[in-house]
């Protein structure tokens, strides 16, 4: 596979984009974060609008795969608007449930394979071990990764039993991460 065709730069590179288009920014997120970007619904009206310009056919869209990423931005917005994870697990469910959303319409347009990536254990990245002197995890907030990944998974299993197919599934980013940690950890043991 070729390398994604930013969004942004479509116009310059038209001959690609068929092929392989990626609708990332960095630092949004399922819903508005104060980043200058577009959320996930916004991003999905522009692979829509695609669709509507006749970029895309629904043999393309058939054919194709999308990788959706909820990365965890908006659960750091959360936390620095809220300065904490009190009412964390309702807001978690409502992000799965627009993700929910978001992956049904990725659906409705005609995308046969979707790809959703599992957050990793963010309780991990260095942010979050800082009051740990960086020697462990948060694992309060590695346990909220956790009920998220257990949510999503949940609705993975839905979609899937709702439009009588395998078109949604996870891919796995906690275990890779996880086994990147463990393995590190074991290593500097020895």
């Known amino acids: ?11 310059q590179l038209v ?3 068929k092929y392989v288009l990626s609708f990332a920014y ?8 104060p980043a200058p970007y577009p959320n ?12 509507n310009d006749s970029v895309y056919t629904k043999r393309d869209l058939g054919t194709s795969l999308a990788y959706v ?5 908006d659960y750091a917005i959360y936390i620095a608007m809220n300065g904490s994870t009190v009412g964390f697990p309702t807001f978690i469910s409502s992000v799965v449930s627009q993700l929910t959303v978001n992956l049904r319409r990725i659906h409705g347009l005609g995308v046969k394979k ?6 990793p254990p963010l309780g991990c990245v260095p942010a979050n071990t800082a009051p740990f002197s960086f ?35 996870i891919l796995d980013i906690h275990g890779a991460f ?11 043991e020895i």
């Open 15 to 17: 001959g690609r984009v």
């Open 135 to 169: 020697q462990q995890c948060n694992q309060a907030q590695n346990a909220l990764v956790n009920h998220h990944n257990q949510l999503l998974l949940q609705a993975v299993t839905n979609l899937n039993n709702q439009t009588n197919s395998n078109s949604f599934f």
């Open 26 to 33: 960095g630092g949004i997120g399922v819903f508005d974060t």
């Open 40 to 51: 996930m619904t916004t991003q999905i009206d522009f692979l829509k609008q695609l669709i």
């Open 1 to 11: 596979m070729k390398t994604p065709i930013p969004y942004g730069c479509r116009k």
């Open 114 to 119: 979707i790809a959703v990536g599992s957050l």
């Open 69 to 73: 990423s909820a990365s965890g931005n």
């Open 178 to 188: 996880s086994t990147v940690f463990n393995t590190s950890s074991s290593r500097s």
